[in-house]
């Protein structure tokens, strides 16, 4: 393992704000506890969002389009053929929902848009922690883990239909567990950039893809030790990645780094946004905002665990390194609440999350307004103008 460049971990400015819980949303609720699996959100053309979860019960796939901004009315359904788990999601130019999971049964990695196949299936154990993207040319690339042999795999469609597909080891190392809570994004050169965790040190790596099946790349060490999962990446507005991330040292916490070019390779900017309570950081997701500043979703517990809320880290500055609002969006006294979240950017502008109640085993749906996710979502019709 190479050891990670020389780096100033800042403390940002935080401004801690009991929130108005914004406006939220009841997707689903499974019959016993513990039952949905990740949650992955994606917006339309038509504005509307759309949000695809797993029911552990039966290792289905079910989804709910938004027929509102704040899915206050939605559809329901079940992905048809698709079983497994750790599902991501994403939309094609014709807003067909496409999905690549692991399929639990056989151990491979597997790829829905209508019909299912899978595109990855060896002897060897693959396909955890998928996270799927669309290249500049619209077709997918799913990274994922390669649990038998601890290494971080890349499947990279030559078509839109991913018929035909090319694999890649993109980092393997036999002293170390690479791969884990892997994220995927797509840089302003069209090609794939990777954030994800080595374990058991726990370092936060970047791999950058120097061609669209990732056969060459670099790959730098951002933050170390003790750091490094629930990895969650984005592109920011300068075109270099922001990485949201768990440091599992002590009591956890949620930090940033900015990278400063393209690659990574440079140092990276390390901002400690969140420390309080416990376990503040886990189930992390990002997002880039239209002002050019991250938003990130995350679970934060408090001393007994047992009380745990959705909470969110407004930066008030591109690189985190600046003031930073930490909000509470969605708290249940004595529930486990803000699991598996994922967040995206509305067609308004505004923060939509999906994520998982543990304690009332249901997926909910959470639209900030506007300006904040300190305030309950504001009604914007996709026209811009204000209801």
């Known amino acids: 393992m190479r050891p990670a460049p020389a780096l100033a971990i800042l403390l940002a400015p935080a401004i801690f704000m009991s929130a108005p819980a914004a406006t939220i949303t009841r997707l689903d609720a499974a019959a016993t506890q513990d039952l949905h699996t990740n949650t992955s959100i994606a917006i339309g053309s038509d504005g509307m969002p ?7 019960a039966d290792s289905s796939f079910r989804f709910g389009t938004c027929t509102a901004l704040d899915c206050s009315d939605f559809t329901f359904g079940t992905v048809t053929g698709a079983v497994g788990t ?57 990274a994922y883990d390669d649990l038998s042999n601890a290494s ?27 791969g884990e809570h892997v994220d995927v994004a797509i840089g302003v050169d069209g090609l794939p950039v990777l954030a994800y965790a080595v374990m058991p040190g726990g370092s936060l790596r970047v791999a950058k893809c120097l061609d669209a099946t990732c056969a ?20 920011g507005a300068d075109g270099n990645p922001v990485t949201s991330y768990y440091d599992f040292h002590q009591q956890g916490a949620l930090k940033v780094a900015k990278c400063t070019d393209a690659a990574c390779a440079q140092p990276a900017i390390v901002s400690l946004l969140d420390d309080r309570g416990r376990q503040a950081g886990v189930f992390n997701a990002i997002a880039i905002r239209p002002d050019g500043n991250p938003v990130i979703s995350y679970r934060r517990c408090f001393a007994d665990a047992v009380d745990c809320v959705l909470a969110v880290a407004e ?49 909910h749906f959470a639209k900030c307004s506007v300006q904040t996710c300190a305030a309950t979502g504001d009604g914007v019709f996709i026209s811009g103008f204000e209801g």
């Open 50 to 56: 759309r949000v695809a979860w797993g029911n552990a």
């Open 216 to 235: 060459n790349r670099t790959t730098h060490d951002l933050d170390q030790p003790s750091v490094g999962q629930f990895a969650s990446i984005a592109i």
């Open 152 to 178: 971080l795999r890349l499947a990279a469609c030559a078509d839109a239909a991913c018929t035909s597909v090319s694999i890649v080891t993109v980092d393997d190392d036999p002293l170390a567990i690479i």
């Open 86 to 142: 750790s599902a991501s999601m994403v939309l094609d130019a014709g807003d067909g929902m496409l999905l690549a999971y692991y399929d639990t049964a056989v151990g491979a990695l597997a790829f829905d848009d209508g019909s299912v196949r899978a595109i990855d299936d060896p002897t060897d154990d693959v396909g955890l922690y998928a996270s799927l993207v669309l290249d500049g040319a619209g077709h997918p690339a799913v």
């Open 315 to 363: 930066c008030r500055t591109p690189d985190c390194a600046g003031a930073v609002d930490l909000l509470t969006v969605d708290h249940r006294h004595d529930e486990i609440v803000g699991d598996s979240s994922d967040i995206a950017i509305g067609s308004d502008g505004a923060a939509v999350i999906s994520y998982y109640d543990e304690t009332t085993s249901s997926v």
